[in-house]
T-cell receptor, first 116, second 114 residues
Framework: GAVVSQHPSWVICKSGTSVKIECRSLDFQATTMFWYRQFPKQSLMLMATSNEGSKATYEQGVEKDKFLINHASLTLSTLTVTSAHPEDSSFYIC????????????FGPGTRLTVL | GQQLNQSPQSMFIQEGEDVSMNCTSSSIFNTWLWYKQDPGEGPVLLIALYKAGELTSNGRLTAQFGITRKDSFLNISASIPSDVGIYFCAGRRGLGYNNNDMRFGAGTRLTVKP
């Protein structure tokens, strides 16, 4: 199956700093990448959808200046949490899908962000 | 977004028992998917369903795409300890490759006692 990687797998940072999370599709070209946030014992909440070479589409209530998304190539998307605060601590998961209409989303292993 | 109602929220079963969980929606979906998530990991796709009425198996797992396109179920037969995890249903409305957003159910937390 398709493989999606995320880096780092976990990160601890101080309040006020920015953190960048990378999402890579390793063996396929990802036309679209998605970023999700998951709180403990809850479902995945879609934050934004990004298509290669264009601006990301953010879900209602998600601050685009806070969560910067760059989908620079067909295999890489990045999420930068700017000026992180403790309430940004969460599990962030990316997924990627290809061009076919039946392509589903393949998920990365997630990044655990802890803001002190 | 569209709401997916997944039930049950949690299940505690004995090894060897069969398991059934389902998802319903007030909206029509064109694709139903079932994922499993282990603690600290991303979801892994178990079964994808693309056609109303479709019944698909993957080993001990069987899933069906409801005929109304508003529901789906997942069955696990003869459960084993490694089936433990959270199972999510997901519905996708889009048909084109650029219209791929999904909505997830709240998850079913499965515990299997040896």
């Amino acid at each position: 199956g398709a493989v999606v990687s995320q880096h780092p797998s976990w990160v601890i940072c101080k309040s006020g700093t920015s953190v960048k999370i990378e999402c890579r599709s390793l063996d396929f070209q990802a036309t679209t990448m998605f970023w999700y946030r998951q709180f403990p014992k809850q479902s995945l909440m879609l934050m934004a959808t990004s298509n290669e070479g264009s601006k990301a589409t953010y879900e209602q209530g998600v601050e685009k200046d806070k969560f910067l998304i760059n989908h620079a190539s067909l295999t890489l998307s990045t999420l930068t949490v700017t000026s992180a605060h403790p309430e940004d601590s969460s599990f962030y998961i990316c997924s990627a899908s290809g061009r076919s209409s039946t392509d589903t989303q393949y998920f990365g292993p997630g990044t655990r962000l802890t803001v002190l | 977004g569209q709401q997916l109602n997944q039930s049950p929220q949690s299940m505690f079963i004995q090894e060897g028992e069969d398991v059934s969980m389902n998802c319903t929606s007030s909206s029509i979906f064109n694709t139903w998917l079932w994922y499993k998530q282990d603690p600290g990991e991303g979801p892994v796709l178990l079964i994808a369903l693309y056609k109303a009425g479709e019944l698909t198996s993957n080993g001990r797992l069987t899933a069906q795409f409801g005929i109304t396109r508003k529901d789906s179920f997942l069955n696990i037969s003869a459960s084993i300890p490694s089936d433990v995890g959270i199972y999510f249903c997901a519905g996708r409305r889009g048909l084109g490759y650029n219209n791929n957003d999904m909505r997830f159910g709240a998850g079913t937390r499965l515990t299997v006692k040896p």
